[in-house]
């Protein structure tokens, strides 16, 4: 009976311990990086990465009058976030959720309404179009990223794993 | 009108000789009654005796800021406190303040200087004037308000902001003198015309304007919108407030009130006084003043003595207006600023790089200081709200050590000019020259 409590109480850790694994494993670095709002600073990123053989995989500028965010995700987040640290830049590692869209209307909205009707606070998204796949990849950074991942996977949203969106 | 003409209009000797007799005396009074004079003369060897001719001044210790902040509070009074009837203060915005203590004759004093400047402006007891200066330990609202009653106007007291009000009044009131910092005077022009009301219809015959280096494009810009012209005011807390020098209808530089300040101009490197017409800072004396006799202040303030015979009858000499400072004080606004101010502000923010720019502009005739602030990892964060709320916090605090807003620019790591010895940290592109 002991043994049999023991037995099963594994099996649920062990369970779990791969249920987090596999969301780890959807969880998409993301690089920020600060841009003072000045003429030829985005350019200037850009060549940095452009000069250290980075591929970028997707990119978003968030601006403001006063300062940008550049955000990316590339194939080696910290390889490239030294690379642009060594310029000068401020870079910090953040996380996101990739999710395929189903390529038709209305396909980023039903994204959209899991996250709502879960009621997940999604801070910005940005998204790119898959060439091979010929749809689109849209990356999500909600407020909760593990809340955000469940939600998704239990409402059957594709969500990409890490690997594939770096290998892309 | 000359107010006074006879202390206005007198004769060069017969002003040196009486400058000389008031200097004698102002002298013997501070090292009899000022043990802090006493104490710097001894160092020099110098007593009041040694004060021959008007040339003699020179032999004097200078006196500074920094002198008077450390008799603070009342350490430099020459009478018992008793018969000081009104105390003011610098806006002590780098330590403690500076006291500047008047007896009844010292205000006496006070009331004479500005009717004589408020009579250059064209004022007489007809006009009613009104006076945004603040009232308050600053001295410019009430220096222009004794003198404005001295002369028997009728004086709005209104003091500093309610910008509305203040437009409101001018008009149902029909102010014919308002006296106003430059870039509050365009402020109220700007709200005025948002209100509807063309400033140019007011019945205004003169514009007074002190505290603060203004240009001679800005003066006409506000000439031309409130169709008035406008006169300066120079004064300092220090030697009493507004009142030392104004300028008569000539515009062409301010009338010291010579028989109660002698002026000087000593280059700020060497200290040696230059010969008339040459620019350099200003070195003040009272001849007069019995609460408080300040000997050989130097102002910080850079301008040229010149004496020439004036249109306006006046033989006072003149000073050209201020057109800068041998230290790093900053006016915005009408406000002294110092750049360890802004640098103490920062370094109380975790995370910030001690390196910073200030730069100073004055777009649409509002003066704007613009910090530039390197950003830093610990700063940086990835989300705009919270990069915005960090800048704001910057701001507040740089309000919290100027009492002025700011705006604060983050920028990437070392990207602001490094340099050794002293940094070039200040961009003044006001362009007051």
Redesign the interface.
Known sequence: MVNLTLFINKIINLGYFSLNNRRDNMKIK?L?I?????KG?MRKALDVLEKGGVNIRALSI?D?S??G?L?LIVPDPEKTKKLLEDN?????I?EVIAVRMPDKPGGLGIILGILDDNDINL?YLYAFVEEKENGAIVLL?PEDINAGIKALQDNGAEVISAEEIYGM | MIWNKEAECMSHEEKERLQLTRLQKIIKRAYENVPFYRKRFEEKGITPEDIKTLKDIEKLPLTTKDDLREAYPFGMFAVPRKEIIELHTSSGTTGKPTVSGYTKKDIGIWSECMARGLTMFGATEDDILQNTHGYGLFTGGFGVHYGAQKIGLTVIPISTGQTKRQIEIMKDFNASIVIFTPSYGLYLAEVAEEEGLNTKELNLKAIGFGAEMWTEEMRQEIQKRFNAPAYNIYGLTEIMGPGIALECKEHNGLHIMEDHFYPEIIDSETLQTLPEGEKGELVLTTLTRHGMPIIRFRTKDVTALRRAECSCGRTLIKMDRITGRTDDMLKIRGVAVFPSQIEKALLKIDGLEPHYQIIVSRPQHMDVLEVQVE???EL?????KE??GI?RNIEDYIHNEIGLRVDV???????LPRSEGKAVRVFDKRGFN
């Open positions: 993301q920020s600060f841009l003072e709002n000045r600073r968030a403001t006063y300062f965010i955000r000068n830049f401020i870079v910090k953040g801070e950074h | 950003a830093s990892p940086f964060s990835d989300e705009i990069l915005v800048k620019t983050l920028v990437e790591p070392k990207t």
